[in-house]
């Protein structure tokens, strides 16, 4: 199995101690000195250089002696750093298996740990190579994924909103990424309201459950749209064509999805005993 199997959520993992979908500064030059230590010969070293050409992709050396080769290697190398996470770290766990006979699995594992990268490398007999977490971390898109589990049985359009804030979120850059991941938090937590209730708005649809009494205490029933006035009243652009231009942080960002994530999530729960 590849690293994106092993880890298909690895862009939403945050620790403060470890990299886990970037790299250091220092990562692409060490890894060259890495490289060059255990490759003996030219020929070895060439097929390194064109293993991760393969990869990239991109043309194929066509050096043949050592120093040329060693040239070539931090153009590679550095090219590889430049690309996907997850193809460095296939190619990193492949290299170990490669000269495995000369390496130990837990210098292997040191090195990476020094340069702060937070999987180390682990063998199994039945499943072979594979790359696990070094402590716990963070997801970006846990609260969005446990809503997602919540809703996937009452609401088809909260749920395709739901991917879309994912997606959003595992690419934040900027203050309109972040936002189209709470508009969309926004759209799935109305398209919810508007399935439960039967009403064709928001507004109606908090007042059909306030008015219905099933719903719980009015303090969390009218939440939802509490939360729909106050995102449009601090964010006027969160929605796309508004030209009155807002500043979001991540933190707020991910305050608000998880603060959508958990009424959605109350309501599905309310939901299913009456379905």
């Not at 000195?33 to 293993?51: F, P």
């Not at 490398?121 to 970006?140: A, H, I, T």
């Not at 809703?151 to 959003?168: F, N, P, S, Y």
């Not at 030209?243 to 960002?253: G, N, R, V």
């Amino acid at each position: 199995m590849g690293f994106k199997q092993d880890h298909p959520d690895y862009q939403s993992y945050e620790n403060s101690d470890y990299f886990f979908n970037t790299i250091p500064d220092k990562f692409c030059s060490a890894l060259e000195g890495y490289i060059a230590r255990y490759c003996k010969t030219a020929q070895q070293l060439k097929n390194i250089i064109n293993d991760i050409a393969s990869r990239i992709p991109m043309e194929l050396t066509q050096n043949w002696g050592w120093d040329f080769l060693i040239n070539d290697l931090t153009y590679y190398v550095q090219e590889l750093c430049k690309s996907k996470f997850h193809k460095l770290m296939d190619f990193l766990a492949d290299f170990y298996e490669r000269f495995h006979d000369e390496i130990e699995l837990d210098d292997f594992n040191e090195f990476l740990e020094d340069l702060k990268i937070g999987y180390r490398l682990e063998y199994d007999s039945w499943s072979g190579f594979s790359w696990r977490l070094r402590k716990d971390v963070s997801s970006r898109i846990e609260h969005i994924e446990k809503t997602t589990e919540a809703v996937k049985d009452i609401c088809t359009q909260t749920l395709e909103h739901l991917e879309q804030a994912k997606e959003h979120l595992l690419s934040t850059e900027n203050n309109r990424d972040r936002k189209d991941a709470i508009r969309d938090c926004m759209s799935a937590m109305e398209s919810m309201l508007k399935k439960i209730t039967g009403e064709n708005d928001i507004k109606s649809a908090v007042k059909h459950m306030r008015d219905d009494k099933f719903w719980g205490p009015d303090i969390i029933v009218k939440d939802g749209l509490s939360i729909w006035n106050r995102l449009h009243d601090m964010y006027p652009d969160v929605r796309h064509g508004n030209p009155q231009e807002s500043e979001i942080s991540d933190e707020e960002a991910l305050y608000w999805i998880e603060r959508i994530g958990c009424y959605i999530r109350y309501l599905s729960k309310k939901y299913k005993n009456i379905a």
